[in-house]
T-cell receptor, first 110, second 113 residues
Framework: SQQGEEDPQALSIQEGENATMNCSYKTSINNLQWYRQNSGRGLVHLILIRSNEREKHSGRLRVTLDTSKKSSSLLITASRAADTASYFCAARGSARQLTFGSGTQLTVLP | NAGVTQTPKFQVLKTGQSMTLQCAQDMNHEYMSWYRQDPGMGLRLIHYSVGAGITDQGEVPNGYNVSRSTTEDFPLRLLSAAPSQTSVYFC????????????FGSGTQLSVL
């Protein structure tokens, strides 16, 4: 069963706009992570937020976590064409395993 | 640094054949894991290791074997390939835990005919 589910499945925006992706999960978590995957490549870790944190920033990335709603969001500000990729959330529950969602495909148009 | 290196990048097998997917990391990470990625399903954990000599099953372990004789290497063996094992396979390593900040290899695209 998938712990994380991203929404929307696909998102297309113009360069310079902000992109927001959402992730919902089912059970209580220890941490939630976001990864980026460029076409034909491996995943790259973007940011990790722990269950006792509500917001975290890294450059143009902002991640929020709402444990009461079992949801997280990833905001990419001032998007660039190079941000075109698939974005995955991954949640760590009580088990050792990290469970990935099926991803949001972001396309940033120049 | 090479990071996590996977070989081969592409492989075609016939049903019933066996093969080993290689994974090596040069970051001295204790934690390593194997995932498969299927369209529309995200990544699913096959097997993982928390150190040399220690392995455990993930969500979808059937049909796969692993061993961890050294810190650097974590090969994945397909015992008797089946069409259901057609997928992209990713190896990952971590300094802090199998569920913390993973570093991924570039993947192996496997087709089983």
């Amino acid at each position: 069963s998938q712990q994380g589910e991203e929404d929307p499945q696909a998102l297309s925006i113009q360069e310079g706009e902000n992109a927001t992706m959402n992730c919902s999960y089912k059970t209580s978590i220890n941490n939630l992570q976001w990864y980026r995957q460029n076409s034909g490549r491996g995943l790259v870790h973007l940011i990790l937020i722990r269950s006792n944190e509500r917001e975290k920033h890294s450059g143009r990335l902002r991640v929020t976590l709402d444990t009461s709603k079992k949801s997280s969001s990833l905001l990419i500000t001032a998007s660039r064409a190079a941000d075109t990729a698939s974005y995955f959330c991954a949640a760590r529950g009580s088990a050792r395993q990290l469970t990935f969602g099926s991803g949001t495909q972001l396309t940033v148009l120049p | 640094n090479a990071g996590v290196t996977q070989t081969p990048k592409f492989q075609v097998l016939k049903t019933g054949q066996s093969m080993t997917l290689q994974c090596a990391q040069d970051m001295n990470h204790e934690y390593m894991s194997w995932y498969r990625q299927d369209p529309g399903m995200g990544l699913r954990l096959i097997h993982y290791s928390v150190g040399a000599g220690i392995t455990d099953q993930g969500e979808v372990p059937n049909g796969y074997n692993v061993s961890r004789s050294t810190t650097e290497d974590f090969p994945l063996r397909l015992l008797s390939a089946a069409p259901s094992q057609t997928s992209v396979y990713f190896c990952a390593s971590s300094l802090t835990g199998v569920n913390e900040k993973l570093f991924f290899g570039s993947g192996t695209q496997l087709s089983v005919l």
